[in-house]
């Protein structure tokens, strides 16, 4: 028996967590935002910042779109973001001809190539997970770190450029 046991590392480059790798935390967070309506406020950042961290997950062709999502959210909030998604909601009830308003993000850098990074400073097998809820400690501590979750995927993904 080895005096080091191996431990797993998730292909982002985090080290597993208590609850696994790094999809394991995502399929958690999902399953939890499902029966918490305040949780699922952040459904939106989670989901950009897991797949830009995890772009083999990921449809290629979607995560300009989420890189430009997360800056918006770093830049103006969740509000602002979560009145972009319900302006996307609404266009496709009315079966706009082009599928996604991309107006809303213009103003925002486009993903750079040449990713993915190969390190985050914070990712989700980092998140604490007491008395089986990420939310145990308050919804908007929660929000402060998927905030910072979604700080260090734009700042991994924009060193890539340097």
């Not at 990712?123 to 979604?150: K, M, N, Q, W």
């Amino acid at each position: 028996m080895a005096d080091n046991p191996v431990v797993a590392q998730c292909d982002c480059g985090a080290v597993a967590g208590p609850l696994g790798v790094c999809a394991d935390y995502y399929h958690a967070i999902l399953s939890e935002e499902q029966a918490d309506p305040r949780m699922y406020r952040w459904h939106a950042p989670v989901v950009c910042a897991y797949l830009l961290q995890h772009p083999a997950r990921a449809h290629e062709k979607y995560l300009d779109g989420q890189f430009r999502q997360l800056q918006l959210y770093l830049d103006k909030g969740l509000d602002a973001l979560l009145r972009v998604a319900a302006h996307q909601i609404a266009r496709n009830k009315h079966r706009a001809r082009s599928s996604y308003d991309m107006m809303p993000l213009a103003a925002y850098e486009p993903l750079p190539p040449g990713g993915p990074p190969r390190h985050f400073r914070a990712t989700f097998c980092g998140l604490p997970f007491r008395d089986g809820s990420f939310v145990s400690d308050g919804h908007l501590t929660y929000g402060h770190r998927i905030e910072t979750i979604a700080e260090a995927t734009v700042e991994s993904w924009r060193s890539i450029q340097a």
